[in-house]
């Protein structure tokens, strides 16, 4: 079935991929990727997020200039999505009330108040440097404010959700090209969290009304088993954390990194060995994907994990990393959602299991480091 059309659930968010593995070499006289060849400054003097450098400010504020960081650094979003209310935010019962139009039917438009605040990670002081060139200690510190952010987030009593995420690269967006992340925090859980946390929920209330089962079941404990039985889609693992082509992935080198054991977020994470078997695991799949190509690979990158002031989903959630790569077949051709993909339901070129055994063929030296040998 593997090699002819076919459809894959994914049990995450219970819908179907169509998996076409013969599109995989058909012509292509579409648009192709502009790659940048161009080796980059470890300092670029025009850089609002560089060291010492003067950041890029609005509504009239005097220019901030970013301290002389050495390591990894965290501010206020100059230009945020989210903004904290005027007066105290919202509780979550408040929060989904949304406000109806008078002049339509009862609840056909609505709106609602959000309250949130949006903050930027900079990874490295190094404007050259991503996450795929960085060393395991340096991805490390990463990794540890991630850590604090998501339990200095958690004591808000107005936010629900903390999203941790990464653009990188032109392809995906990204407005600056020095390393760096972003966290957007508000008082509502997103959507596609929120469909995985029902996901989650639902599976373990199944497996609990199963005749005989005793023991509570997870969604990903269960299926981090499986990958493991038959590491078919296994791109490369550690002790703690386990990164694979998931099954039903979508896009073309889509992977999917996850904890081996059962924690809900950051916050649980064994300082002395899962922080860093999760950094380790982050710098080897990151460096995989720079190597497929040869090229600074462009992904959006970001992390699930449990929602604030939510007992039960916090028990049921399970942390773990989707990265999202837009490239298909070379550093120049992207995969593009549109037609069926936008208005039907989404479609791959190649399977799960040929991805991943092209991202297991590539190295964990960095090309860019191998040249230079």
Same mark, same amino acid.
Request: proline residues 9%.
């Given at each position: 079935?593997?090699?002819?059309?076919?459809?894959?659930?994914?049990?995450?968010?219970?819908?179907?991929?169509?998996?076409?593995?013969?599109?995989?070499?058909?012509?292509?006289?579409?648009?192709?990727?502009?790659?940048?060849?161009?080796?980059?400054?470890?300092?670029?003097?025009?850089?609002?997020?560089?060291?010492?450098?003067?950041?890029?400010?609005?509504?009239?504020?005097?220019?901030?200039?970013?301290?002389?960081?050495?390591?990894?650094?965290?501010?206020?979003?100059?230009?945020?999505?989210?903004?904290?209310?005027?007066?105290?935010?919202?509780?979550?019962?408040?929060?989904?009330?949304?406000?109806?139009?008078?002049?339509?039917?009862?609840?056909?438009?609505?709106?609602?108040?959000?309250?949130?605040?949006?903050?930027?990670?900079?990874?490295?002081?190094?404007?050259?440097?991503?996450?795929?060139?960085?060393?395991?200690?340096?991805?490390?510190?990463?990794?540890?404010?991630?850590?604090?952010?998501?339990?200095?987030?958690?004591?808000?009593?107005?936010?629900?959700?903390?999203?941790?995420?990464?653009?990188?690269?032109?392809?995906?967006?990204?407005?600056?090209?020095?390393?760096?992340?972003?966290?957007?925090?508000?008082?509502?859980?997103?959507?596609?969290?929120?469909?995985?946390?029902?996901?989650?929920?639902?599976?373990?209330?199944?497996?609990?009304?199963?005749?005989?089962?005793?023991?509570?079941?997870?969604?990903?404990?269960?299926?981090?088993?499986?990958?493991?039985?038959?590491?078919?889609?296994?791109?490369?693992?550690?002790?703690?954390?386990?990164?694979?082509?998931?099954?039903?992935?979508?896009?073309?080198?889509?992977?999917?990194?996850?904890?081996?054991?059962? /924690?809900? #977020?950051? *916050?649980?994470?064994?300082?002395?060995?899962?922080?860093?078997? &999760?950094?380790?695991?982050? @710098?080897? +799949? $990151?460096?995989?994907?720079?190597?497929?190509?040869?090229?600074?690979?462009?992904?959006?990158?970001?992390?699930?994990?449990?929602?604030?002031?939510?007992?039960?989903?916090?028990?049921?959630?399970?942390?773990?990393?989707?990265?999202?790569?837009?490239? /298909?077949? #070379?550093? *120049?051709?992207?995969?593009?959602?549109?037609?069926?993909?936008? &208005?039907?339901?989404?479609? @791959?070129? +190649? $399977?799960?299991?040929?991805?991943?055994?092209?991202?297991?063929?590539?190295?964990?030296?960095?090309?860019?480091?191998?040249?230079?040998?």
């Amino acid at each position: 079935m593997n090699q002819h059309v076919h459809e894959r659930f994914n049990p995450l968010t219970r819908t179907w991929v169509l998996c076409s593995p013969h599109r995989a070499n058909r012509p292509w006289q579409g648009q192709c990727e502009v790659v940048d060849t161009q080796p980059k400054p470890r300092h670029d003097p025009h850089c609002y997020l560089c060291p010492g450098n003067a950041r890029a400010s609005q509504l009239n504020r005097s220019p901030v200039k970013n301290p002389p960081y050495t390591s990894t650094l965290v501010f206020d979003n100059d230009f945020p999505a989210l903004l904290p209310l005027k007066e105290v935010g919202p509780s979550s019962s408040d929060s989904d009330k949304a406000v109806a139009n008078p002049l339509t039917p009862d609840g056909l438009l609505r709106a609602r108040p959000v309250n949130g605040k949006c903050l930027v990670i900079c990874f490295s002081p190094r404007h050259d440097q991503t996450l795929a060139e960085m060393s395991i200690d340096e991805v490390e510190q990463v990794v540890t404010v991630w850590r604090d952010l998501y339990g200095t987030l958690r004591k808000d009593p107005t936010l629900r959700y903390a999203q941790f995420f990464e653009n990188k690269g032109p392809a995906m967006g990204c407005s600056n090209p020095h390393p760096h992340g972003q966290v957007w925090a508000l008082d509502s859980v997103p959507h596609e969290v929120a469909v995985e946390l029902d996901s989650l929920h639902k599976y373990r209330v199944e497996r609990a009304m199963q005749p005989g089962e005793s023991t509570v079941q997870c969604l990903l404990c269960d299926y981090v088993r499986a990958e493991i039985a038959d590491p078919v889609r296994v791109v490369c693992q550690n002790e703690h954390f386990l990164c694979v082509v998931p099954y039903w992935a979508v896009w073309p080198f889509e992977t999917l990194v996850l904890s081996k054991s059962h /924690l809900a #977020s950051l *916050t649980n994470l064994a300082l002395n060995s899962q922080q860093r078997a &999760l950094a380790d695991i982050l @710098r080897r +799949i $990151t460096c995989r994907y720079d190597n497929l190509f040869t090229t600074s690979f462009p992904y959006s990158m970001g992390i699930h994990q449990a929602p604030f002031h939510q007992p039960d989903q916090e028990a049921e959630a399970h942390l773990h990393i989707h990265f999202y790569p837009p490239l /298909l077949r #070379s550093a *120049t051709v992207r995969k593009f959602l549109v037609g069926f993909e936008l &208005l039907g339901q989404p479609q @791959r070129d +190649i $399977t799960a299991e040929a991805a991943a055994e092209l991202l297991r063929r590539c190295s964990e030296v960095h090309f860019k480091q191998a040249e230079r040998c």
